[in-house]
Nanobody, 122 residues
Framework: QVQLVESGGGLVQAGDSLRLSCTAS??????MSWLRQAPGKEREFVAR????????YYADSLKGRFTISRDAAKNTVYLQMNNLKPEDTAVYYC?????????????????WGQGTQVSVSS
C-alpha cells in the first residue's frame, strides 16, 4: 500500500520558519513535490525534487524562502519554509509521480498525502 504521510504544519507568526516532512512508503517515485491550496483558491505548485538526482525546481514567487530536500535513506522529502508570510497560509500537500518527468501541474501526480495546515498570522 502506497502512503505519503505529511507532518510539520502549524500556526506561526509572520517571519517564522517551519519545516514540513513527507514520508513515503510502498514504492519508489521519480519526482516528489509540494503543492498548496489556500482558502478559496486553486491548488498551486510550490516545489519539486527529482528523487534520483536531487534536482529541484521552485515556483518563482517562492524562490529564496522555500527549500525542498530529500533524505533517501528515510524515504522522506522536506520543505523548509523561512520568513513565512500570511499569504503562505494554506493546506500543504505532498505529491509523488511514478513515471519520469518533471511537472508542476497537480494532474500529473499519482499519489497524494492528506495535507497539513500551515497558518501564518500577521
Amino acid at each position: 500500500q502506497v502512503q505519503l504521510v505529511e507532518s510539520g504544519g502549524g500556526l506561526v507568526q509572520a517571519g517564522d520558519s517551519l519545516r514540513l516532512s513527507c514520508t513515503a512508503s510502498g514504492r519508489t517515485f521519480s519526482t516528489m513535490s509540494w503543492l498548496r491550496q489556500a482558502p478559496g483558491k486553486e491548488r498551486e505548485f510550490v516545489a519539486r525534487i527529482s528523487w534520483s538526482g536531487g534536482s529541484t525546481y521552485y515556483a518563482d514567487s517562492l524562490k529564496g524562502r522555500f527549500t525542498i530536500s530529500r533524505d533517501a535513506a528515510k524515504n522522506t522529502v522536506y520543505l523548509q519554509m523561512n520568513n513565512l508570510k500570511p499569504e503562505d497560509t494554506a493546506v500543504y500537500y505532498c505529491a509523488a509521480r511514478v513515471a519520469p518527468g518533471a511537472y508542476s501541474s497537480d494532474r500529473y501526480y499519482d499519489y497524494w498525502g492528506q495535507g497539513t495546515q500551515v497558518s501564518v498570522s500577521s
